[in-house]
């Protein structure tokens, strides 16, 4: 039996291009190193206890590009803010975020999707720290390097349409008394935008 190579053989080399061009797209390119996250409702949970807040952060990229190399520092939330007044949830619990503990630590965790297309982007936060009043006492949360806050961006098309306080993962009490939940999750989708600009924020990979 004879076997025709020439198809076969071109369909090899296709591959192999495909590979190689997924290969050295290892590197994200951001159009703006600087851009804003707003929740409407940025959920907290833990044991019972649930308060919810109009949340608006800013997000400072070190670079427009860097690679995709797990665990490495992108950039800094280098302000947040959570109006009081915007907040309701369980009776008698109130939060307060912590200004003193900016700048918080972006560092980048994974993407989703098949490259070189991109669905979502995968972040953790640490150094995020607030308090919940509960019954006369200041239970603090914080996001640390040994459990971090995570965030995932979604991507359509090259754009980012959102960004996702990822719900299974815990952050958890770093004081207060046994009233106190051991830990909590956020939950949430926010809007992004690129601070000073009408435009939104897109990725690709180059």
């Known amino acids: 039996m004879h076997v025709r190579m020439g198809p076969l053989m071109g369909l090899v080399g296709v591959l192999a291009l495909l590979a190689a061009a997924n290969a050295s797209a290892n590197q994200l390119s951001f159009s703006s190193q600087t851009l804003k996250v707003e929740w409407a409702a940025l959920r907290f949970a833990a044991e019972g206890i649930e308060v919810r807040c109009e ?58 999707g098949t490259l070189p297309r991109i669905t979502g982007l995968g972040f953790e936060v640490t150094g995020i720290a607030f308090t919940v009043r509960l019954l006369g006492e200041n239970c603090l949360y914080k996001a640390t390097a040994a459990g971090p806050a995570r965030l995932i961006a979604t991507v359509s098309e090259g754009l980012v349409t959102g960004v996702r306080a990822d719900e299974t993962a815990p952050i958890s009490k770093a004081s207060g008394s046994f009233l106190c939940p051991a830990a909590g999750r956020a939950s949430g989708t926010g809007t992004v935008s690129v601070v000073g600009a009408q435009n939104g924020l897109t990725v690709r990979l180059i």
């Open 55 to 112: 949340v608006t952060v800013e997000v400072s990229l070190h670079s427009a590009t860097f690679t995709k190399t797990r665990g490495q520092l992108v950039g800094y939330v280098t302000s947040g803010t959570a109006p009081v007044e915007t907040c309701s949830g369980t009776e008698g619990a109130s939060p307060r975020g912590l200004d003193e503990t900016l700048p918080w630590h972006v560092n980048y965790s994974s993407f989703t």
